[in-house]
Every structure is written in structure tokens, then in C-alpha cells.
T-cell receptor
Framework: DAGVIQSPRHEVTEMGQEVTLRCKPI?????LFWYRQTMMRGLELLIY????????DSGMPEDRFSAKMPNASFSTLKIQPSEPRDSAVYFC???????????FGAGSRLTVL | QKEVEQNSGPLSVPEGAIASLNCTYS??????FFWYRQYSGKSPELIMF????GDKEDGRFTAQLNKASQYVSLLIRDSQPSDSATYLC??????????FGTGTRLTIIP
């Protein structure tokens, strides 16, 4: 298993553009989490899914953010329109059935100019 | 008040000494606690987890939990330069989401 795979690894875009971040979770997972990390606020949970169903999206900053998990093998986090304050590293993390450990992807570093 | 609080550091410790990292949490319903290590530019990786009051040892690492004081700590014995990283404390209620602190940056001085 290649682990949690995120793409793109780096994204530079201009304010107002749509950004889509992608995550391919590890096999055998039952939960998927999207986190955002900044120097000021640390690692913040945006949303998480159990068995592909969104459970808690209270961390999603505002309506500009949306996340989907159409199947167990894929999830997206979309920002539309993007703003400079969205600049951060976005991590996808998974938890495997029967284990209470989060495995993180390498992250997607987003810069909004 | 943040749910999980850590001293942001930086914490500088001489090589070979004991590094002590501290964390407090606000929700008494928290049941499980985790320490993650994050190297610069990398993703967090799990070091240890602890569920019960007391100490839990794994090699050079010891996690300590005091639920009455809502306090979690991580001790690193015989600190090595490779231990230089940011250490993230996380708390979990039940089997649900992990809430992270902002992390403590640790530097081991050769």
C-alpha cells in the first residue's frame, strides 16, 4: 500500500480561482479527515467522513469550502473562490478499521496570491 | 480557551539530556491522547498514544497522563539531534475526531 496519496503537492493560484485538492486514502480505512495547518492556528480539522458519509463539517470555514467522498477510494476538498487567507498546507488523513491511529498524507501546500 | 494547549517553544535541549514536552486539554470527556512528531515540511507521524492515567514507555519515549489535572506530557530521554522537530499533542473523545494543539518546536543542540 502506497499510503495516503494527495495531489497536487503544491498549488499556486490567484485570488478568486477555484482550487481542488485530492486524496486517495489507504485501503481498509473507514474514516477520512481533512486538516488545514498554518503557523498561527496549527492543525485544524475541517471535515471528516465515516464510511464515505460526512459526519462533522463544523470546521469548514465558510461556504467557499466543500468536500466530497464519492467512494471509498477518493475524496476532494474544493475552495471556490479562493482567497489569500486560504494559504496553508492541507492534509488528508485516514484511520483504518480496528486501529485508532491517523495516517497522514504528504499534504498539499496551497498559496493564493 | 483552546481545546488542546501546548507551549509553542522553541524548546532547546542539549544532546543527551531529557526533553520534556507538556500539553493540557479542556474537555474532561477526552479519553485518548496522542503525540505526533512533525519534521519541517513533512506530515505528522505518530510517536505514542496513551489512554490510562500514569506512564507509558516506548524506548526513549515516555508518555504521562494525569486526567485529574487534564495534563499530558512526553519525555524524550537521551535526546538526539534527529529528535529536533515539532511535537503535536492531540486529544480524542470516544472514537471520533482528533483535536490537535499548535505544537512545540524542539531543538536538540549537539
Amino acid at each position: 500500500d502506497a499510503g495516503v496519496i494527495q495531489s497536487p503537492r503544491h498549488e499556486v493560484t490567484e485570488m478568486g480561482q477555484e482550487v481542488t485538492l485530492r486524496c486517495k486514502p489507504i485501503s481498509g480505512h473507514n474514516s477520512l479527515f481533512w486538516y488545514r495547518q498554518t503557523m498561527m492556528r496549527g492543525l485544524e480539522l475541517l471535515i471528516y467522513f465515516n464510511n464515505n458519509v460526512p459526519i462533522d463539517d463544523s470546521g469548514m470555514p465558510e461556504d467557499r469550502f466543500s468536500a466530497k467522498m464519492p467512494n471509498a477510494s477518493f475524496s476532494t476538498l474544493k475552495i471556490q473562490p479562493s482567497e489569500p487567507r486560504d494559504s496553508a498546507v492541507y492534509f488528508c488523513a485516514c484511520r483504518v478499521v480496528g486501529a485508532n491511529v491517523l495516517t497522514f498524507g504528504a499534504g498539499s501546500r496551497l498559496t493564493v496570491l | 480557551q483552546k481545546e488542546v494547549e501546548q507551549n509553542s517553544g522553541p524548546l532547546s535541549v542539549p544532546e543527551g539530556a531529557i526533553a520534556s514536552l507538556n500539553c493540557t486539554y479542556s474537555d474532561r470527556g477526552s479519553q485518548s491522547f496522542f503525540w505526533y512528531r512533525q519534521y519541517s515540511g513533512k506530515s505528522p507521524e505518530l510517536i505514542m498514544f496513551i489512554y490510562s492515567n500514569g506512564d507509558k514507555e516506548d524506548g526513549r519515549f515516555t508518555a504521562q497522563l494525569n486526567k485529574a489535572s487534564q495534563y499530558v506530557s512526553l519525555l524524550i530521554r537521551d535526546s538526539q539531534p534527529s529528535d529536533s522537530a515539532t511535537y503535536l499533542c492531540a486529544a480524542q473523545i470516544g472514537n471520533e475526531k482528533l483535536t490537535f494543539g499548535t505544537g512545540t518546536r524542539l531543538t536538540i543542540i549537539p
